[in-house]
C-alpha cells in the first residue's frame, strides 16, 4: 500500500472517536518498529519526521526512499502517513516536494495574521497535491529541534480562523509539552480543548506531547476531538534504557553481540512494545 494522505485516517478517527498515534522516527530501527507494529495490530499509524530528524537520516527524500521500501518488503497493507512535524514555512514546502504525504506548518511563534497568511499558502502548495495540512495556535511547551516553548492556551477564535483555511487538522496549545512532565504540571485545559473542538467544525484536533500525560486526560481529549496524538520522547527513552540495559549486561561482548542488528534490538523491541501501549490506548488497533 503506497503512503497516504492523514486526511481521511484522521476524519475517520475524528467521527468514530478515536485516536491516530504519530510515532516520531529517528533511524531504520524506529521506522522498521512503527511499521511492523501498525501492521500486526492494525492500526492506521503516522510516521512523524522533524526537519533535524530528516536532516540526521540524509534529507526528506532519503526519509521518503526509506519507508516507501521498508512498506513494500513488508507487505504493509495499513494506512501509513509521512508527516513533517514542527515544520517551518520553507521546511514544509521541501517536503512535499520530495515527496511527503502530510505536513505540519508551525506558524504558531508568528502573529495570527503572518500565521494564517503562511497556513493558507501550504495549504493552497498541498491541496494539489492531494497532501494534508496541520496547522498549529498557541504554542506548545518544552523543547521541539531547539524550539523552546512554554506552553500557551490557544486562543478560540484564533482556531477558528484557522480552521476555516481548510486544514486537515489543527494542533492548539493547552497547557501540553514536549518531553517529560514536571512535577508541577497543572494538566490539560480541558474547557479550552472542548471549546475549540466546538467551534472549529469538527476538525480533527492534535494533542502534542503525548509522553506523560495520564491515560485518563488521553482518553478524555479524544472524546472532545482530539484524533492525532504525537509520541517521541517515550520512544526514546524506552530504546535508551534498554540499549543501556544490553550494554551493561556485558551482552555486547559476548559472541557478536557488538553486531549492531543485535545491539539495537533490545531497543527496537522496546520501541514496538510502547508503540502497541499506546495504539491500544488511543483505541485505533484494528481501526484500519
Known sequence: ?????????????????????????????WT??????????????????????????????TVVSMVEGMMEYYSISVPVAIHLDH????????????????????????????????????????????ISVEAEVGGIGGEEDGVVGAGEIADTEECRQIAKLDISMLAAGIGNIHGPYPDNWQGLRMDVLKEIGETTNNIPLVLHGGTGIPDDMVKEAISYGVAKINVNTECQLVFAQATREYILAGLDQKGKGYDPRKLLKPGSDAIMETVKEKMTLFNSIHQA
Not at 33 to 59: C, D, F, Q, W
Open 87 to 130: 515544520g517551518s514555512f520553507e521546511g514544509a514546502k521541501k517536503a512535499m516536494d520530495a515527496g511527503f504525504s502530510s505536513v505540519m506548518f508551525d506558524g504558531s511563534h508568528y502573529p495570527i495574521e503572518e500565521n494564517i497568511e503562511k497556513t493558507r499558502e501550504i495549504v493552497d502548495l498541498a491541496t494539489a497535491k492531494g
Open 1 to 29: 500500500m503506497p503512503i497516504v494522505s492523514a486526511k481521511e485516517m484522521l476524519a475517520t478517527a475524528r467521527q468514530r472517536g478515536y485516536g491516530v498515534g504519530q510515532f516520531n522516527i529517528n533511524n531504520l530501527e
Open 32 to 61: 522498521k518498529a512503527v511499521l511492523l507494529t501498525a501492521e500486526e495490530h492494525k492500526s492506521p499509524v503516522i510516521l512523524g519526521v522533524s526537519e533535524g530528524a530528516a536532516k540526521y537520516m540524509g534529507g526528506f527524500k
